[in-house]
């Protein structure tokens, strides 16, 4: 991380990040797919094994109200992903469950439907990821017509590589006196973080 201080005069500051210089790509990276019982998963509540057809790997996992399961992504490059996720299917599943997506600098929340397309990758869409994130499903607590409660299946999650050239952060930290009328001196300090393994900030343009 590479620390700027100035003065400059304007109401309002940007900071723009000029570019990012590659200098090799000596990380070896690959898609990450976490099963359940991986190193890298945790939980909440209560998860037995499932009768559900057509398991990734061994198994698949259920829970019912209230339980979570969290598959953590980590020790990647930076870069855009796509995430899909894995589930088996039986009569007791879900249409509207919900999952997060953290992507290590916000959380992504949406909804599956598990009555579907089990046995099989299903797309969560696409997503900016910092080399670290995860993917949490939360038990449905939806009643069935015929009274029971719907069973939430966590099987597997794959953090599919599509481009690992990151997207570098700048941050303004501080601004003295804020608010400057027009015409006023700014002090303003900011840093930029280039989140990428295989290269470096080079250069910044205040302005």
Known sequence: MRRVNSKITCAGLFLVLLGCMLLCNSFAFADVIVDNGDPGTSYTGVWDTSGGASAYGSDSLFARPAA???WEFSGQPSGTYEVL?????????GES???DINTGTGTVPTTIDQTQYGGQW?????YELTGTGSVTITASDAVLPDGRT???CADAVWFKTISTNGVPVATIESISPNPA????DVAFSGSGVDFDVDGEI???EWA
């Not at 299903?122 to 696409?126: A, D, R």
């Open 85 to 93: 996720m894995w589930w088996t299917t039986t009569d007791s599943r």
């Open 150 to 152: 719907v069973s939430t």
């Open 181 to 184: 009328l027009v015409g006023a």
């Open 68 to 70: 979570t399961y969290t």
């Open 97 to 99: 469950i919900s999952v």
């Open 122 to 126: 299903n797309s969560l869409g696409t």
């Open 202 to 204: 080079t250069a910044y």
